[in-house]
């Protein structure tokens, strides 16, 4: 059975003895962010008694300034912790599961639409459905006026960061266009009880949501040319909205909500590269395998978790940006301020005694570590369907993702490598990757040490090393301009005749199969370990 909300999840972390419950009073500003970046380094190095690699997730229940509230960290901070979230024994099953989808085949005749039933009816189940607000617990508390979402204990994570952040949100938007909802997981600075920035990267598809709305707002634009001169200044900004004023957009705005602390399937779904067109609700359904329940917002035109902790609708203003930042990211350094959408609330739905659900960003290894790799091994079979010479993908920590991948293929001809490094910077948001490593498949993405002495043996430096331009992260602060700038690739793969190398390649070294075969037979009786 799908964990239904945030506590049927914490009972089961309960169960599995990978929660601690933290007793002691604890300061939202700092103090609950050093706790949970102690306890998930000193985890993949043994620090945490009884732990794995990643540290325990962590309960505050004596919060100061808060009394009765408690904090959710570190839920998603290890691998075990990532597989009973999606319910599964591997993350493999997951993969497994996307690739029995896409192999779906057209039924050719009247048996292969029966033998087709069982799946459809599969599918059919993964959709999410809407209740009633009566039946739906984040409207236990519904209010309209008087909230302030500093009523919850909101964390400030690093000494620099420009004030408090909510920094696990589901946020909630509409294409103008399609009509589709997206859930995406966009931090959320807050100014005040009533506003917050919202951190939409021009990349991300609430960003082109908001694009959209202000390209339909410039249609009605009497002046048609200065509509269009708003519509490509909106496009040149970081924010992704213009800097220019649109004293006719005063009224225009585009709906919002975000739900925080919702179950670990539907968290996980708000941050997977899912292609615009897949709504993360379904995504979700298909991780949990169960609907997710919905119920209508109280203010605003959309569908949000029913079960959700905290509920915060609002709206942005197409007109307004506002300086968001600093904020210590996740690629280990302060992401600096810069203008973003204003986030202006007009009503906070809630459950009694709401769990405030959040995590922290840094250096690495850290919560969104695991919650990365487990993308990671979950898309592959979504990257193979592009690339289907591509035989696994390793995405290191400590790149922080978007900066280093390695990937082994199946070469099959002069040139492929190159092939598959251009073919992955065409890929949804694997076009931000800065760096690509190819190598051969029998060598072991995941061994980095392996990887490290077939691409420093393999390469010749100003024959390998290709460089390209391209948009590149927002975060990524040393790129030559905000969101543009240069990416490496790698070819470390067996040179051959086709590609110029006309000298012998040299076999790696390996013992004969015979040999080791008989010492493995007698090594228990050598005492040697």
Known sequence: MAYEDLRDWIKALDRAGELKHIREEVDPLLEIAEIT?????????GGVKGFAAGGPALLFENIKGYPGSRVLMNQFGSERRMRL?????????VAARIRAFMDIKSPEGFLDRLKMLPMLAEVGKFFPKTIQAKDA??????????????DFPVLQCWPMDGGRFITLPCVITRDPKSGKRNVGMYRMQVYDG???????????????????????????DAAGGAAAARVQAMAETAGGTTHMAMANLKDDRLEVAVAIGTDPATTFAAIVPAPPEIEEYVIAGFLRQEPVELVKAETVDLEVPAHAEIVLEGYVKLDELRSEGPFGDHTGYYTMEEEYPVFHITCITHRKDPVYAATIVGKPPMEDAWMGKAVER???????????????????????????MIVSIRKSYAGHARKVMNGIWALGQAMFTKCIVV???????QDIGEVVLRATNNIDPERDIQFTLGPVDSLDHASRLPNYGSKMGIDATRKWAAEGFTRPWPPMIEMDKGTRDRVEAMWKKLGIE
């Open 37 to 45: 970046d102690r306890a998930s380094k000193a985890g993949r190095k």
């Open 137 to 150: 617990p984040c409207k236990e508390v519904i209010r309209r006026e008087g909230f302030s979402v500093l």
């Open 378 to 404: 979950i898309f592959l079979p979504l990257m193979r369907l592009t690339l289907p010479e591509i035989v696994d993908v390793n995405l290191p920590v400590e790149g922080v993702f978007h900066n280093l």
């Open 194 to 220: 009533q506003t917050t920035g919202m951190h939409w990267q021009r990349q991300k598809n609430a960003a082109e949501h908001l694009r959209e709305r202000l390209r339909q707002a410039a249609e009605k």
């Open 439 to 445: 190598v051969d498949e029998d060598c072991n993405v």
């Open 85 to 93: 979230a999606l319910e599964v024994d591997s993350l493999d099953e």
